[in-house]
């Protein structure tokens, strides 16, 4: 039987809204941002192998991070999309980006900070005549980086 003292001391879930995403070299794509994620991550193990024993692997030390993806709304002159497009053509060099997350009260609690971000891919955006409502262009751009570090802002 669990005792109360060992109970979690806060137990509001997390909400994929309560998040905001800045990356200094893009301002205007700052603002329009739709969603993300924290990007997951791989422990590499390494394979040995031994007589008569399959599946022995050990810890390399060596952790590799998953693409980090960003969707934002296209404003209609495209300053944001164009943001992106011409950091990519001007030979992408490295820059940081923070996603903060947010309380239940929209109040920082986290922040990830991405070491050594550039652009390696920005998605279309579609134009069809046929529709009959607009639909507001929203597009994604990916980012390689080489690390993550997660900061607790309430120390707890």
Request: without cysteine; hydrophobic residues 40%; proline residues 6%.
């Amino acid at each position: 039987m669990a005792s109360l003292a060992n109970q979690p001391k806060n137990i509001n879930p997390l909400a994929d809204v309560q998040f905001k995403f800045v990356i200094g070299a893009l301002p205007n794509v700052t603002f329009f941002v739709q969603s993300t994620a924290l990007p997951g991550i791989t422990l590499a193990p390494l394979d040995i192998g031994l007589p008569q024993r399959t599946g022995f692997a050990r810890n390399t030390g060596v952790i590799e991070y998953e693409e980090l993806n960003v969707a934002f709304l296209v404003d209609e002159y495209l300053k944001n999309w164009l943001e992106v497009y011409n950091w990519m053509l001007g030979a992408p060099s490295s820059t940081s980006g923070v996603l903060t997350i947010l309380s239940s009260s929209m109040n920082p609690t986290m922040e990830i900070h991405f070491k050594d971000i550039f652009p390696t891919s920005l998605s279309e955006i579609s134009f069809d005549s046929t529709t009959t409502d607009p639909v507001y262009q929203i597009a994604t751009v990916s980012f390689n980086y080489t690390e993550y570090i997660i900061k607790n802002l309430l120390n707890n």
